[in-house]
């Protein structure tokens, strides 16, 4: 994997297709993610497990891969059924068939992974990223894993780089690196939250 390139005086972020901080929610429906917006924001979150240059993160990347594919077909046979993810879930759910909604439950986790991880690392500047993103490991994604998984995902986690050279892939300007990286966590972290209280309730379970 090579990292992502992005124009002189530019950071990675502004190469995205489209940002957290951009994905419609409506309030006035108990907060509804807009489908197509948030699964372009995730398809483009994971060009930055590029940036963390190790080809152990490919599993992590094609997971959340796989999981958008889920939500994205089921968007595709029944549109107007899935203008939201919420309305995605419980319309499928009512057809018996969980593909797409547990696609979003895994990927909601893994998401969950990076924010905690990446939110952490910029806040604590003398951690290295292999700790940080072994202490979000643990606390999201591992609970959920097999004793054949575990191992995949612990290898990426030790093949982190350091940080001195992760953040400069991100933009030369690390004050703008931080500045943009901090508000687009802060949205990912606002939409994981929703989602998850979203995910407890009844009638998003199979």
Known sequence: MSAPAFPAGGTLL????????????????ENAIATTEFLDAAE?????????GSVAFSPVKSDMLGNIKKIRERQLVAP???TTLQELVINEL????????????WLV???????????????????ELSASFRNAYGNTLKPHHGFLVK???SAAMSACPYRKDFYPKLGADQAAV??????????????VAILKGFQDRKEAKW
């Open 14 to 29: 502004q190469t995205f297709k489209r940002s957290f901080a951009d994905v419609p929610i409506d309030a006035e429906k």
């Open 44 to 52: 483009s979150l994971t060009t930055m497990f590029d940036a963390l």
């Open 80 to 82: 107007a059924e899935s």
């Open 94 to 105: 009512k057809t018996k068939k969980h593909v797409a909604t547990e696609g979003l439950v």
């Open 109 to 127: 986790r893994a998401l969950d992974f990076t924010c905690i991880a990446l939110s952490q690392n910029l806040a604590n500047e003398s951690e």
């Open 151 to 153: 191992p995949v995902f």
């Open 178 to 191: 931080g500045l943009e990286m901090r508000g687009y966590l802060h949205a990912l972290e606002k939409i």
